[in-house]
């Protein structure tokens, strides 16, 4: 089982440390892309007009001036890095060593400056969105899917992919139809279904919890995906197609609030 996570939009800088050391990056084979995309990352974020052309506001100017400094930045685990409310959800701290140590093995973030890196990767905080174009490499879901499909070949054989990324990323990559499940997640009131953002956020962070600590094996296959989520909600399996991944689909209650 591989879990397929987003990057969060806000990122937890290290506060000390040695910078990104390229060779012991997973898939190292994408390191020649991952830095074409953040040499071209620097070089529009020290333009005038870089918050307009990375399409984020005046509060992340210091963000976007890390940028252009991301080779010397202090580089922490991804799992510290990425912040905000689905990896809150997911709470990597409170995992015991064994669960941590699953979460290394089975998590993957799909990255727009990184294409694909591994939970107890070392990187920088940065600021780019998976829907962003940059000169020279252009739109970055674009960019990267050939790249990561031929990376992660070696990964497909065998394995069920649960995949909480949101659409954006998702573009950037689509591992065999067969083999994958998306995981949506739904308000319902009086049987009217209503997608949000947020619950789907947070809910997906606690699937991939409910994954990595629950007790016996991993699902290997949607139908035992689905018992498996049948455990903690009331969930749904849409079969997919050759070309179309299976969803689940997880339907919370209408009053249902954050912690």
Not at 7 to 26: F, N, Q, R
Not at 107 to 130: E, H, K
Not at 200 to 211: I, P
Request: with cysteine; hydrophobic share 45%; aromatic share 6%.
């Amino acid at each position: 089982m591989l879990i397929l996570l987003p990057p969060s939009e806000g990122k937890t800088p290290a506060v000390h440390g040695d910078a990104v050391h390229w060779p012991t990056l997973s898939f190292p084979e994408l390191n020649a892309y991952r830095a074409e995309v953040l040499e071209a990352l620097g070089t529009v974020s020290a333009h005038e007009d870089a918050l307009a052309l990375l399409g984020v506001g005046a509060s992340l100017k210091d963000d976007v001036d890390r940028n252009t400094r991301l080779h010397r930045e202090p580089a922490a685990p991804a799992h510290q890095v990425y912040s905000g409310v689905l990896y809150d959800a997911l709470g990597y701290q409170s995992l015991t060593p064994a669960q941590r140590k699953k979460a290394h093995d089975s998590v993957l973030v799909i990255s727009a400056l990184w294409g694909a890196i591994r939970f107890d990767d070392r990187v920088p905080a940065y600021r780019l969105s998976m829907g962003t174009a940059l000169p020279d490499v252009g739109r970055l879901a674009s960019f990267w899917k050939p790249r990561i499909t031929a990376a992660l070949a070696g990964l497909t054989a065998g394995e069920l992919f649960v995949d909480c990324r949101s659409s954006t990323y998702a573009a950037a990559w689509a591992p065999p139809a067969a083999q994958t499940v998306a995981v949506n997640v739904f308000t319902e009131v009086a049987g009217v279904r209503k997608v949000v953002s947020h619950f789907a956020k947070h809910t997906r962070g606690e699937v991939a919890r409910h994954l990595l600590t629950r007790r016996g094996n991993a699902p290997g296959t949607p139908a035992q995906l689905l018992k498996a989520a049948g455990e903690k909600w009331s969930c749904e399996l849409v079969e997919g197609t050759a070309r179309k991944a299976h969803t689940l689909n997880i339907i919370l209650p209408g009053q249902a609030r954050l912690p």
